[in-house]
Nanobody, 122 residues
């Protein structure tokens, strides 16, 4: 499986951003794609995940509902939309895939995209 993440950049606090992950090469119709992020000096953490069944899992929202994951099957793309960005959202964002139900643990994903840098600063 090949994953290509894009859409990062420099964003002002409070602004929105949409990240894209183009996926190709799946050999099964049952899969999951998760978004993770890693800030400097911190461990990689799960943000959100979507399955081939369209089921979604949210890991980083803490009730704020700032992250929305979706997919466009026609374009083989999974999106992560983030609103009301905060400086603490600054991180490299990665997409990853596995042939199983979504998981919040990075070690359970076998394929990773190259990451896209998101910097939230005024």
């Amino acid at each position: 499986v090949q994953l290509q993440a894009s859409g990062g950049g420099l964003v002002h606090p409070g602004g929105p951003l949409r990240l894209s992950c183009v996926a190709s090469g799946f050999t099964s119709d049952y899969w999951s794609i998760g978004w993770f992020r890693q800030a400097p000096g911190k461990e990689r953490e799960a943000v959100s995940c979507i399955m081939s069944t369209y089921a979604t899992f949210d890991y980083a929202d803490s009730g704020e509902e700032r992250f929305t994951i979706s997919r466009d099957s026609a374009n083989n793309t999974v999106y992560l939309e983030i609103v009301s960005l905060k400086p603490e959202d600054t991180a490299v964002y990665y997409c990853a895939s596995r042939y199983a139900i979504c998981s919040r643990y990075p070690s359970q994903y076998s394929n990773w995209g190259q990451g896209t840098q998101v910097t939230v600063s005024s």
